[in-house]
């Protein structure tokens, strides 16, 4: 129903995407709210200047998207067990939203905002977030040894976590 097919500048809500092929489509100007996309599948699919609102987004593997003109933002959101790895990310916003298991590996998010959401499970790797902001998140884990984190901006206590990797004890 989706694949293949070219939609613009529309306004999607409580649509079930569940198992839904996006493969060859493209996605301009879009705006997903209350939606479920559980394993939709996103082979070649563009997704430019789309926003998520209040979605499910479940085993999505994002990397598999056009990466020309590809940006995307979530808000209220509930991300799990998708893949962001090796995309360029900068500026993408992440606000309130529980982002759970999901990977953030070698990507560049330089200026990402994870603003007041949870990232518990979720990977970060040889990823650039400089000038991130994760102020009021929490449950990250991030190593400062191997990411990117000049000028990121993290609030405390959650800030306390990026001490983990040196397994130290703070009294």
Do not use: W
């Not at 995407?17 to 709210?33: A, G, H, L, R, W």
């Not at 905002?113 to 499970?121: D, K, M, Q, R």
């Not at 001490?163 to 009294?171: C, K, R, T």
């Amino acid at each position: 129903m989706y694949k293949d097919k070219e939609f613009a500048s529309q306004r999607y809500g409580g649509v079930n995407f569940t198992d839904e092929d996006f493969s060859n489509s493209k996605f301009i100007d879009c705006v997903f709210e209350n939606c479920n996309f559980s394993l939709t599948k996103l082979n070649g699919c563009r997704l430019q200047n789309c926003l998520f609102s209040d979605c499910k987004i479940m085993g999505l593997d994002f990397s598999k998207c056009k990466q020309l003109l590809f940006s995307i933002g979530f808000k209220d959101c509930v991300i799990s067990s998708s893949n962001f790895s090796e995309m360029d990310l900068k500026s993408t916003k992440f606000e309130n939203c529980r982002i759970i298991e999901c990977d953030f590996i070698h990507s560049s998010m330089q200026g990402a905002s994870f603003e007041n959401s949870v990232l518990a499970g979720s990977k970060f790797e040889n990823t650039n977030l400089n000038h991130a902001s994760f102020v009021n998140a929490r449950d990250y884990l991030i190593d400062p040894n191997k990411n990117y984190i000049k000028k990121a901006k993290f609030s405390f206590p959650d800030a306390v976590a990026l001490l983990n990797v040196f397994d130290i004890e703070i009294v």
